[in-house]
């Protein structure tokens, strides 16, 4: 039994392997949180102190005793309208306009299983395999009829807790939800480091860690995507953690629109910790008897420092949100024409570099953008997914037929939320595109954005894809979105509040009846790059472009803070061509390679065409590389061993969960003079046991290797890197 509750203390106990969650419904009927921390016994109450510091705090009316307000209680769900003035996971107005609510508990439910949310993305069970459990905690205001099911998953051998809300108008009039976010977490003290990952289209999820002062520090995305410039995904650790010691804790949005995440040092030191919906352009009517779901937020501790939330993300992520028979699946190498040929291909020169691929041990061919309508360049055809027969010399079935015979398979790239003003569809549906009348729409890489929330927009949409992925054996669709939305107005809407929180309801309808008609297709998330790498898209496929940036050595910070919320298993990271597209850099093939197998969906995106013997030589040998270790990289505990900000040598492990295969890889970022000795440290190893690493031959006792490391060679140059296989000896 993963959850209980104590009918004399109205005290819920939440419990996975290492960790316990306790709050508590208190004499009022507001709901207090107690603990998220190591697993133990006993009840948390004690924590909390009702010493008389809150007199000139809010106290509620039938409460009237002014050593008591919520202001100062650290609480489960707090609400604008109780006296907490600290940021509210929800705030409500009535029909006259009254702004707050008083929400009291009422009740609560135990169920076996993980809950599921209407139309939204949720982290799932095998309810036998998983022992998870569901509990329902009820929160009732009687004065509006408002009631909010608090819902928690308890994902035992997982280390994970869900939290999301249902939010219910039982009353007879209307109510706005202005604010619906998700999570809290009230700490009643500490000293705190929040780490946060920043960025932009190219050089996503910078990691950057700050110690929390008194006020907010927040991230989030108004740009009706979880977006290139914050990620979803905020850890809060001890001031002194490190990566295998101290505490954190980390929440990770299961959303792919905007957000807000945020941590707070409050008047008495305490710290409030939480995230959800952004309230941007956020205004949500509920008529008597409708809802609004708050998406799931997947929450993980760890006393062992940053690098086991990491772990305990990947695990949650990659075997529970993820779906499909690609979740477990060894994803095939691949070549991907945009950085090869960009807008300029024929299926003529698509068939030659299939043909190179498949010499060289790469699977499948991607025909990236331009293939369809009149789609020479950017600035047209968006939303006419027709096949250019005149450009690809027959039809798609012809073509991918060529390729196949090359014993090579066949996916491609479509955008499509998007419709470019020189199209047919935009001609045709003008009032399809998310608009203010009067107003000329904000372009964003000359596309307008079509209105998802309309259901026969998207049954255009899934029409016209259907018609081209049964055209042919597509066994890949790589589903692009690049660029934010600017301009709310539905013309299909009364409330234009409901729009942005509508329109992912509506995209993922759309991907929901996708891959449930295509569940062989593997589907490939991107958005700008890495725009959109969230767990919502994740729920729907099991990869996603990383960054448009393909430097192998920038690769290694994106990738480095992408690892922070997501396993390698989602990352796509490709072998591009030098100089360097984006900033001219050149850095050795073989560092390329290794860069990118950083990912557990690896690729190239270059013209095969092109290259020297030499290099194809290395290709090959990659892709021989790349199949001996895909699946502790897919499925291994990842470490980050050293950080491509701060040390000279980024080095990173993976090593399987019974702790047989390890692999070490390391670049050097930086030789002063003739360069002193650089060794790397592994983790993860097991104790007492000796290894062998698989090139060399030669045997380390683990605990040696954990404790002092192995040197790298001296002789490694500036952007060289090195990859080291270990298997434990169980002689
Ligand atoms: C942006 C993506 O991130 C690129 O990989 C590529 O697919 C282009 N769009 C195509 O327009």
């Known amino acids: 039994m993963s959850i209980s509750f104590d009918d004399s203390t109205r005290v819920f106990t939440l419990s996975t392997r290492s960790t316990t969650y306790q709050m508590q419904a208190d004499p009022y009927g507001f709901l207090l949180h107690l603990y998220y921390g190591a697993r133990t016994d006993g009840y948390m109450a004690y924590l909390v102190t009702y010493a008389d510091r809150s007199g000139m705090c809010g106290c509620p009316y039938d409460v009237h005793d002014r050593t008591y307000s919520l202001d100062v209680l650290p609480q489960e769900f707090p609400f604008q309208g109780a006296g907490d003035m600290r940021s509210p996971l929800l705030s409500v107005r009535d029909a006259s306009g009254a702004f707050g609510c008083d929400l009291r508990y009422v009740g609560y439910e135990i169920r076996p299983g993980k809950y599921g949310l209407p139309g939204l993305p949720a982290v799932y069970s095998d309810d036998e395999a998983d022992g998870a459990e569901t509990l329902v905690v009820r929160l009732r205001d009687a004065r509006l009829g408002l009631m909010v099911e608090l819902l928690y998953g308890v994902m035992p051998e997982l280390d994970v807790i869900t939290r999301a809300a249902r939010i219910k108008n039982e009353g007879a009039g209307r109510i706005t939800i202005d604010r619906a976010q998700s999570a809290c977490l009230d700490f009643v003290h500490g000293e705190f480091d929040v780490i946060s990952f920043y960025g932009r289209h190219a050089m996503e999820r ?82 008597p008897g409708e809802e609004l779901v708050a998406p799931e937020v997947i929450m993980t501790y760890s006393d062992a420092g940053i690098e086991r939330v990491s772990q305990n993300f990947h695990r949650c992520i990659r075997t529970r949100v993820c779906r499909g028979m690609w979740r477990d699946t060894p994803r095939p190498v691949l070549i991907n024409s945009w950085e090869a040929f960009y807008f300029d291909f024929t299926g003529e020169s698509l068939v030659k570099l299939a043909e ?120 890949y669709v790589k589903w692009d979105y690049n660029r934010s939305i600017v301009d709310t107005y539905s013309r299909a809407s009364n409330d234009q509040g409901k729009v942005l929180y509508d329109y992912m309801l509506g995209l993922y309808d759309l991907l929901d009846r996708l891959v449930a008609r295509y569940p062989k297709i593997l589907f490939e998330g991107c958005s700008a790059g890495g725009g959109r790498f969230d767990a919502g898209m994740l729920y729907y496929m099991p990869q996603i472009w990383t960054s448009d940036n393909t430097d192998a050595i920038n690769r290694l910070t994106i990738q480095y803070g992408t690892s922070f919320g997501f396993p390698a298993s989602a990352m796509g990271a490709h072998v591009s061509a030098c100089p360097n597209e984006i900033n001219g850099r050149d850095v050795p093939i073989s560092t390329r ?61 993976y090593v399987t969960e019974d702790g047989l295969r390890a692999v070490v890889s390391a670049v050097r970022l930086e030789v002063e003079g003739y360069g002193v000795a650089s060794y790397v440290v592994p983790r993860g190893l097991t ?42 000896m169980d002689d």
């Not at 707070?264 to 352009?281: A, I, K, P, W, Y």
């Not at 990912?599 to 020297?612: I, N, T, V």
């Open 593 to 653: 390679g290794i860069a990118a197998m950083q990912g557990g969906a690896f690729g190239y995106e270059l013209d095969l065409l092109e290259l020297p013997e030499r290099a194809c030589e290395h290709i090959r040998e990659q892709v021989r590389r790349y199949h001996e270790i895909e699946s502790i990289v897919r499925e291994g505990l990842f470490f980050r061993l050293s950080s491509p900000k701060q040390d000279p040598v980024c080095a990173w492990e």
């Open 206 to 287: 910078m990691p950057d860690r700050h110690p929390v002062g008194h006020g907010s520090f927040s991230v989030g995305s108004r740009r009706g995507m979880s977006s290139n410039q914050y990620s979803p995904v905020l850890v809060l650790c001890d001031h002194t953690a490190t990566e295998s010691t101290g505490r954190a804790w980390g929440m990770n949005f299961v959303y792919s629109g905007g957000f807000e995440a945020q941590v707070t040092g409050e008047q008495f030191d305490q710290t409030r910790f939480q995230m959800g919906l952004s309230d941007d352009r956020f205004s949500y009517p509920l008529e």
């Open 356 to 475: 190179k691929a498949s010499k060289l041990g790469i699977e499948m061919l991607v025909m990236d953008d331009g293939w369809f309508s009149t789609r020479r360049d950017d600035l047209r055809a968006l939303g006419d997914w027709t096949v250019n027969e005149g450009k690809l010399g027959g039809t798609l079935a012809e073509l991918v037929e060529r390729v196949n015979a090359l014993g090579v398979k066949f996916g491609l790239w479509v955008e499509p939320e998007m419709v470019s003003e020189d199209s047919e569809l935009y001609r045709e549906h003008p009032d399809w595109v998310l608009a203010v009348p009067g107003k000329g729409p904000v372009l964003g890489r000359d596309q307008l954005v079509l209105d998802l929330s309309r259901p026969e927009v998207r049954e255009n949409l899934f029409a016209q894809l259907c018609a081209v992925f049964d055209q042919a054996n597509i066994e």
């Open 687 to 728: 104790p007492g046991a000796r290894y062998r690493e698989l090139d060399s031959g030669v045997v380390y006792p683990a605990d040696a290797l954990m404790d002092m490391g192995f040197p790298l060679p001296v002789t490694l140059e500036a952007n060289a890197a090195v990859m080291y296989r270990f298997e434990r």
